[in-house]
């Protein structure tokens, strides 16, 4: 049975800071994390992705340079690490994780079978 789980989401005024992990069980290790994020009325948009296995990396162009994707793999966690938040960041984030190709989904939601119930970051200016 595959259950995935974030956690780390909360309220931070503009400029700090936030870590979200993802914790992933399945059939084999996770290939891929995957972060994505929806606010309210807006469709949901690709953050961030890190290959598990050679720790490659793809960024959103809005959280370019602010944002951090990294992984444990021994503990089959994700990490989105959020930094100078605006405003405008402010969502519900998603896990999404992959347990077969290395991101092939990313950065098409629809594609990754395997999510979060998200958690949510407020952010106050």
């Known amino acids: 049975q595959v259950q995935v789980a974030e956690s780390g989401g909360g309220s931070v005024q503009a400029g700090g800071s936030l870590r979200l992990s993802c914790v992933a069980s399945?059939?084999?290790?996770?290939?891929?994390f995957a972060w994505f994020r929806q606010a309210p009325g807006e469709e949901r948009e690709g953050v961030a992705a890190?290959?598990?296995?050679?720790?490659?990396?793809w960024y959103g162009d809005s959280v370019k340079g602010r944002f951090t994707v990294s992984r444990d793999s021994a503990k089959n966690t994700g990490y989105l690490q959020l930094n100078l938040l605006k405003p405008e960041d402010a969502s519900v984030y998603f896990c999404?994780?992959?347990?077969?190709?290395?991101?092939?989904?990313?950065?098409?939601?629809?594609?990754?079978?395997?999510w979060g119930q998200g958690t949510q970051v407020t952010v106050s200016s």
């Open positions: 399945g059939p084999t290790s996770p290939k891929c």
């Open positions: 890190i290959d598990t296995s050679g720790g490659v990396t």
């Open positions: 999404a994780v992959d347990f077969r190709t290395p991101c092939d989904a990313w950065p098409i939601d629809l594609l990754f079978d395997h």
